[in-house]
């Protein structure tokens, strides 16, 4: 009788996380699916629902940030979208998706949406 209790004890907590996981996996499918047809709002949408899934799975994080600060780029909020990208270089150094975060930074400094940091720091101004 223990086994029999013990068996679906482990059945039932595999269950949820794999349902868990799944749950997260439908919800990043769709907002890529958003993102590629334009649809910024829904890719947010979509993008809160794998945090609220993903709280105990940190490893999905940057993938999510990563796709934030893509849609915020798309919506011309540069600024926001540099900040999200420094956010995963920051929390995620070795991740492949600092490097990527990198590159973004790069690209929106290259085309004047996003200052240098040697051009953003604050100059002192003399009296």
């Given at each position: 009788?223990?086994?029999?209790?013990?068996?679906?004890?482990?059945?039932?907590?595999?269950?949820?996380?794999g349902?868990?996981?799944?749950?997260?996996?439908?919800?990043?499918?769709?907002?890529?699916?958003?993102?590629d047809?334009?649809?910024?709002?829904?890719?947010?949408?979509?993008?809160?629902?794998?945090?609220?899934?993903?709280?105990?799975?940190?490893?999905?994080?940057?993938?999510?940030?990563?796709?934030?600060?893509?849609?915020?780029?798309?919506?011309?909020?540069?600024?926001?979208?540099?900040?999200?990208?420094?956010?995963?270089?920051?929390?995620?150094?070795?991740?492949?998706?600092?490097?990527?975060?990198?590159?973004?930074?790069?690209?929106?400094?290259s085309?004047?949406?996003?200052?240098?940091?040697?051009?953003?720091?604050?100059?002192?101004?003399?009296?």
């Amino acid at each position: 009788m223990r086994f029999v209790l013990i068996a679906a004890l482990a059945i039932s907590a595999l269950s949820v996380t794999g349902c868990t996981r799944w749950s997260m996996n439908h919800h990043l499918n769709n907002a890529y699916s958003a993102y590629d047809r334009g649809n910024c709002e829904q890719v947010m949408l979509e993008l809160s629902k794998v945090d609220r899934d993903s709280r105990a799975r940190r490893y999905v994080q940057p993938e999510v940030s990563m796709m934030r600060g893509q849609c915020l780029e798309r919506q011309k909020l540069f600024i926001d979208a540099a900040q999200t990208y420094e956010f995963i270089i920051a929390s995620y150094p070795q991740s492949e998706y600092a490097y990527r975060a990198r590159a973004r930074l790069e690209t929106l400094q290259s085309l004047g949406h996003y200052p240098t940091r040697s051009a953003a720091a604050v100059q002192p101004t003399g009296f």
